[in-house]
């Protein structure tokens, strides 16, 4: 069963009805739209009960008029760490993101075909609307370490994203409170100490995939701190047709007709949107 649906915003009352004690508290975060105006959106759910957290989510289409939502496809999320404290009408719960853990990346084709990046063995899943699946040959990827240069771009790369989102819910003699925390810019301490890292980065960059006018998935790889952007390409049939470099730091946020935009930043931070040819591969 759904639970409620949250907005985002500092802190969130719920109404007595909104949350009962072994309900999941659901997020569901808008990522993808069709060419019938059908909105494709994450549903992340967990926490709230004794149970672990789950390590996938739903890929939910909600049609234009409305109706029945759908779910279409599941795909791997980042590692989280949980944390309680408190009784059982006076707790605490904080889920926090583990930085640098393996996340599936997606994206949504016109035609509602639904592009997974898979983290763990590296291809590409095509889901088509009638729920057939077409799935790319594996990728070869060399294995990298994760140094203090790594940690210390990862929170940089968060700082300009926002600082992540941090959820907490509260309940208070059986009332109970959501906030959303986002961190703050480069400016503030980057306390690499206070999270747990793994041993290695995952081969891709998790969250939303983008596609190209030609129907083209472009992955963004993990790289070495410092080293050029890399997006690997993917056409319908899962194949890898080639690979494009990019300044470092630099990441793809859309593209036009025969035009790919890509935003920037310079050594005081500021942010700047580049358009380039699409490349021919």
């Not at 790319?136 to 203090?148: C, R």
């Not at 940690?151 to 300009?160: G, I, M, V």
């Not at 961190?183 to 983008?210: F, K």
């Not at 990441?251 to 007709?257: A, E, I, Q, S, T």
Request: glycine share 12%; proline share 7%.
């Amino acid at each position: 069963a759904m639970g409620p649906t949250l907005q985002f915003g500092p802190t969130l009352p719920l109404a007595p009805g909104d949350f009962q004690p072994g309900q999941p508290l659901v997020l569901r975060i808008p990522q993808g739209v069709d060419m019938d105006g059908g909105l494709y959106f994450r549903s992340m759910s967990g926490g709230m009960t004794e149970g672990e957290l789950p390590d996938s989510a739903e890929i939910i289409r909600l049609a234009r008029d409305g109706g029945a939502q759908q779910m279409v496809a599941r795909f791997k999320v980042q590692d989280r760490k949980l944390t309680r404290s408190g009784a059982a009408a006076d707790n605490r719960v904080n889920i926090e993101a583990i930085p640098l853990s393996p996340e599936d990346a997606w994206g949504v084709v016109s035609d509602g075909t639904i592009a997974i990046a898979r983290a763990a063995a590296y291809h590409l899943d095509w889901i088509a609307p009638d729920g057939s699946v077409t799935r790319g040959p594996a990728v070869d990827v060399e294995p990298l370490t994760i140094g203090t240069a790594e940690k210390e771009e990862y929170l940089t790369d968060l700082a300009r994203a926002g600082g992540g989102i941090n959820v907490q819910v509260t309940v208070v003699d059986g009332q109970p409170s959501m906030s959303f925390q986002r961190g703050g810019g480069t400016s503030q301490p980057r306390e690499i100490d206070r999270y747990v890292w793994p041993d290695r980065m995952p081969a891709i960059y998790g969250g939303r995939l983008p596609i190209d006018g030609k129907d083209r998935a472009w992955v963004r790889r993990h790289v070495k701190a410092g080293r050029p952007s890399l997006y690997d390409v993917f056409d319908r049939g899962g194949e890898r047709v080639g690979s494009v470099t990019l300044d470092a730091g630099d990441r793809v946020v859309g593209f036009g007709n025969d035009a790919v935009y890509v935003v920037r930043y310079d050594d005081m931070d500021l942010s700047y949107l580049e358009r380039y040819a699409l490349p021919v591969l």
